[in-house]
């Protein structure tokens, strides 16, 4: 049971380039959900999803795109980045039936990404 | 909306002290859930504790502990005799109502030994 898993754990970027995260969870959770980490800033939500094809956006979503064609994957999109996409990107996903454990979020190990 | 104050940005206590991390939270809503994570030096974020706006009960884990109560909005944290290995950022977090969770800035506790 790897839990949440995200790929790459570090890259580079020129300003301009595009790259996709993935991060994939194998606890079966509904929800799954993307942050991104600044210094002082805390954790921001850029986007997330609440079931297999749908996405919703979060608290910081310009510049990204989202898809979650599968269940257990949640891919995060920069079309053309730019330098203040230089952060640390945590994948996170949570169980939404009855108990303890609902809303409960887990996360990955994070990537951390800069952009030149 | 809602809103989470973690109003003490950095804290640093020698090994075996007692150490408490404030939260204090905002909702409109009755039905609400907190949360407390840590990211250690490594940084993953590790959860800690979830409780719910109905369980007013604290709760003890071994050496952490952590006091809620809805009279003054507050979810504190608190490490007894504290040790080298708890030196990281623990960020309280609230989702309360439909809204998505909301993250403290979260403090980082330093302690040396």
């Known amino acids: 049971n790897a839990g949440v898993t995200q790929t790459p754990k570090f890259r580079v970027l020129k300003t301009g380039q595009s790259m996709t995260l993935l991060c994939a969870q194998d606890?079966?959770?509904?929800?799954m959900y993307w942050y991104r980490q600044d210094p002082g800033m805390g954790l921001r939500l850029i986007h997330y999803?609440?079931?297999?094809?749908?996405?919703a956006k979060g608290e910081v979503p310009d510049g990204y795109n989202v898809s979650r064609l599968k269940k257990q994957n949640f891919l995060l999109g920069l079309e053309s980045a730019a330098p203040s996409q230089t952060s640390v990107y945590f994948c996170?996903?949570?169980?939404?039936?009855?108990?303890?454990?609902?809303?409960?979020?887990?996360f990955g190990p994070g990537t951390r990404l800069t952009v030149l | 909306a809602q809103k989470v104050t973690q109003a003490q940005t950095e804290i640093s206590v020698v090994e075996k002290e007692d150490v408490t991390l404030d939260c204090v939270y905002e909702?409109?809503?009755?039905?609400?859930?907190l949360f407390w994570y840590k990211q250690p030096p490594s940084g993953e974020l590790v959860f800690l504790i979830r409780?719910?706006?109905?369980?007013?009960q604290n709760e003890i884990s071994g050496r952490y502990s952590w006091n809620f109560q809805k009279s003054t909005s507050s979810f504190n944290f608190t490490i007894t005799a504290s040790q080298v290995v708890d030196s990281a950022v623990y960020f309280c977090?609230?989702?309360?109502?439909?809204?998505?969770?909301?993250f403290g800035k979260g403090t980082m506790l330093l302690v040396s030994p």
């Open positions: 996170a996903s949570s169980y939404q039936g009855e108990g303890t454990a609902r809303d409960t979020q887990y």
């Open positions: 606890m079966n959770h509904e929800y």
């Open positions: 999803s609440v079931g297999e094809g749908t996405t």
């Open positions: 909702t409109r809503d009755t039905t609400y859930y």
């Open positions: 409780r719910n706006s109905f369980d007013e």
């Open positions: 977090a609230l989702r309360s109502g439909y809204s998505t969770l909301t």
